[in-house]
């Protein structure tokens, strides 16, 4: 694609369906009838093949230098919700939470949204609830991993599979040194992103707002 590249997750549910769109292909030219039938599946098979090669799709971006004190979308999509809540897993307290929704449309990959260590890191089996449902945050299979930033504040990512997201990915490593923008993970097929920072910080970002990974600052951290 131009000005896109494909992201390395993608290589074997590319490959399984191109063996699929082949194997139809030879059904279509090798059968005597040439029925209809077969084309229509060549041609939604085709389009499979297009739909997946898209979901592993990486834009070039060129994409600004993070300040210390920003939080920047993790991931593309819809902020679906700005909320006050206790975050039991880690800070068992009240935080600031932002939920971003990604669709089959966005870019998958997922992004550090600040710069720092990684403090905590933990992947949790669990249901497969539609993403904006208000309990797929903890009974969803998800992956929380914590960054605590240079000025010592800790803010919270968790990658939260859905109904079709079944497949969540992170490279995130117990004491590792990140930086903002960098790859945290990917959801295969679309899921939601929830980042979780002090009460207190601002907001940048309303609901209903779209946002890209690494390029919109959702909160500024008071240093």
């Given at each position: 694609m131009f000005g896109y590249s494909i992201h390395k997750e993608g290589g074997a549910s590319i490959a399984w369906v191109s063996l699929l769109l082949i194997l139809v292909c030879l059904l279509v030219f090798l059968s005597q009838s040439g029925s209809w039938l077969l084309w229509l599946l060549l041609g939604l098979c085709f389009c499979l093949w297009l739909l997946v090669v898209s979901f592993f799709r990486i834009p070039q971006r060129t994409y600004l230098e993070a300040g210390d004190s920003s939080i920047m979308a993790p991931a593309d999509g819809r902020v679906v919700d700005i909320?006050?809540?206790?975050?039991?897993?880690?800070?068992?307290?009240?935080?600031?939470?932002?939920s971003v929704f990604m669709s089959a449309s966005n870019v998958h990959v997922n992004r550090y949204p600040v710069s720092g260590k990684v403090v905590y890191s933990c992947y949790h089996p669990g249901k497969f609830l539609v993403a904006w449902h208000e309990k797929s945050s903890v009974t969803n299979e998800h992956n929380t991993v914590v960054i605590r930033t240079v000025d010592g504040?800790?803010?919270?990512?968790?990658?939260?599979?859905?109904?079709?997201?079944?497949?969540?990915?992170?490279?995130?490593?117990?004491?590792?040194?990140?930086?903002?923008l960098d790859e945290l993970g990917f959801i295969k097929f679309g899921s939601r992103v929830d980042v979780f920072f002090p009460v207190g910080t601002r907001v940048c970002v309303r609901e209903g707002q779209k946002v890209r990974g690494g390029l919109d600052v959702l909160a500024e951290i008071s240093i």
């Open positions: 909320t006050e809540m206790e975050e039991p897993e880690y800070f068992k307290t009240v935080c600031t939470r932002i504040t800790d803010v919270l990512v968790r990658q939260i599979a859905g109904a079709v997201a079944r497949r969540i990915v992170s490279y995130a490593e117990p004491e590792a040194e990140v930086k903002a």
